[in-house]
């Protein structure tokens, strides 16, 4: 079973997207390490605006959190073609955009950490800080940017 | 003198945890890298709340940040098993939560950065961003992520 | 044509630094990847206080994006000597101190990322995230790190 199949049980159909000519790009491979730019909950013409304690209840962004994961694998895919390529999900630093001295960041984080475990298993746990900013790109309530072990590419 | 025995003679006493079975875990090694999950103030019963510019002047945020650090350190000690294989410091991600406009966040962190040399040595110093931010899990005032450089397990 | 040279023809004259000899170092190389400390926009005695959407603009801010990146240039020379052993830029953390709710940190960073490209081309690509915090160090409005490969120094 590849993780694409596993996301598609889960209810989730993604496609690579393209590289783009921009300065900014969805991934860098060094070696055996990829380093993803931050994704956003946005997804399929449904968007996230406001923030979290205040547009959004802690479990409304648990969802958009596990939304921003399932993008986060999009990135991948489209550095990598294939999610087979991931041997595990080394590091996560979530960042929720919420109101003053809101303390459930890690919770909210869950639904991206668990979203990983539940397409990837074992491979999908990993080291995380999960904190709480002052704004984010388009006012969405999370944007999430991991790094993760791979196969480097075959030679020949 | 391992790191463990300098921690002792600073007061510091640290035991190894556990990794745990959930999604997220203290620590990811590849290869020579390790990578640590975020730590907080909080050890042995004492707990710290609030921002950094009201509920803590800079300098009780020192203390937190150096607590902080002994945390990390134990992150590390229950990935590593010894403190011995960590062969230095590479990056550090400090954030502070504070009230708006804070600018003392690097003062706060040298609390972290120099009980890192205070224990580890010239192996102890590193790069580092030291940054504010709206919340914290729990509403601690400081959580910080490293990444150190190790000696890999041996084989055989 | 060196990395120096086009930024010269862009109007910055840059020196190595020194690293210094305190806890917080301007960066650290593991193999062929250079960690840099956080830069600030403040260059050659002008400086930059104060937030973002407030004290500055967003077009300014674009302008002290690219102050940032000439000032994480020098890090990097600092560490490396020469900005040609930079192959490639991995990562970038964009931090931009802002009122909340601030919705444009990605435009912001574009005149970090753009100046990269400029001083080393294709190389100068990376994967980013940039994100709005509550204070910066001197109350900057920007802070950014960033992750490089580079060509291991020559042994022997």
């Known amino acids: 079973v ?48 406001g923030r979290v304690g205040e547009a959004f209840t802690t479990e409304e962004a648990v969802e958009a959190a596990r939304e921003t994961a399932v993008n986060q694998l999009t990135h991948a895919k489209t550095v990598l073609g294939e999610l087979s390529r991931i041997r595990r999900v080394v590091k996560v630093l979530g960042m929720v955009n919420c109101v003053p001295g809101y303390a459930e ?27 709480g900013l002052q704004a984010l790109p388009l006012d969405v309530p999370i944007e999430v940017e991991s790094i993760f072990e791979i196969t480097p590419e075959a030679v020949g």
Request: charged letters at 15%.
């Open 105 to 131: 960041t890690p919770q909210v984080m869950m639904g991206f950490s668990n979203l990983l475990v539940e397409v990837l298993g074992e491979a999908g746990r990993h080291a995380r800080s999960a904190v």
């Open 2 to 49: 590849t993780p694409e199949e596993r996301l598609a049980t889960l209810g989730y159909d993604i496609q690579a997207g393209t590289i783009g000519v921009g300065a900014v790009i969805p991934g860098v491979v060094v070696g055996n390490l990829l380093w993803l730019s931050g994704s956003v909950p946005d997804r399929n013409g449904r968007t996230w605006r």
